[in-house]
């Protein structure tokens, strides 16, 4: 595996052809290798001479705190090393200026409704996904893929990216990549460093408030259920809702459409999310 950090190292691999691409910031950790292991299994069964090609970059444009930018851990060396474990054939770290060029406007695909409608991460984090689909389009700019993996954990984004792909027309599968867990059923995310022994024990009610909600078949006795977990705990909701999965519009009950489960909350200084399949 190469570390590639100037775009002669990458152009170089990637005339080899298309790649899956793993798009990440960093700070990696066993659910990232997950979704690159993931990757580099699709590239194999695809015969894409690439391989699986994982970026590193701490995308600016998508944080609304600056302090929250510049506090995001950079562990580049860590990072390759997991990514070489996981099956990655090339990791690229670039500089902010490879990816958004001095003199150079790099443009922000229109936001799809699923970015600005549903009162979730667009209300609680605005601008965010306008970084998001902007880094994402950017990417895929600058590293051909026949397809690239993204975290379920991250459920909204998910299907930001799937409606901004097919916005754009472009011919790059969205492939999701399960939600994995601490032992203790957190789900995996690089804030959890960031949590104190009780932070971390209240922190655990997200996971027994999704299993609380599976139990219901109607979407608001589902939310009331996880709100009573969330605030049993002590922890500060910012949202505990059941969506449509695709469009995350509200779901009416007997609507026959699949939903997910949705929980954005707050351990102290650090917010957690996690989802899950609703009902069971």
Not at 261 to 278: M, P
Request: charged share 25%.
């Amino acid at each position: 595996m190469i570390v590639a950090t100037s775009p002669e190292e990458w152009n170089a691999w990637l005339e080899r052809g298309a790649c899956v691409l793993v798009p990440t910031m960093g700070a990696l950790h066993a659910g990232h290798a997950a979704l690159v292991r993931l990757g580099a299994q699709l590239a194999r069964e695809r015969g894409l001479a690439a391989g699986c090609v994982a970026t590193v970059f701490v995308n600016p444009t998508q944080f609304n705190e600056k302090s929250d930018f510049e506090r995001y851990p950079r562990t580049l060396d860590a990072d390759a090393a997991l990514c070489a474990e996981a099956g990655a054939s090339m990791v690229v770290a670039p500089a902010p200026g490879h990816v958004y060029p001095p003199g150079r406007v790099v443009p922000t695909p229109a936001l799809p409704r699923v970015a600005t409608a549903p009162g979730l991460e667009d209300a609680h984090r605005p601008g965010h996904f306008a970084g998001v689909c902007q880094v994402v389009s950017r990417l895929f700019e600058m590293f051909p893929c026949a397809a690239a993996v993204f975290g379920e954990k991250d459920w909204q984004q998910l299907q930001v990216v799937r409606a901004m792909t097919h916005d754009l027309k472009a011919e790059i599968e969205i492939v999701p990549g399960a939600t994995i867990r601490e032992a203790d059923g957190l789900a995996m995310s690089s804030r959890n460093r960031f949590l104190s022994d009780a932070e971390r024990a209240a922190g655990r009610a997200i996971r027994a408030a999704l299993d609380a909600a599976r139990a219901e078949r109607d979407p608001h006795a589902a939310e009331a259920r996880m709100a009573g977990v969330l605030r049993d705990a002590g922890l500060e909701i910012d949202y505990a809702v059941v969506r449509d999965a695709e469009t995350l519009e509200r779901l009416d009950p007997g609507s026959g459409r699949s939903g997910r489960a949705l929980i954005t909350a707050r351990a102290g200084s650090v917010r957690l999310l996690d989802n899950d399949a609703w009902p069971a």
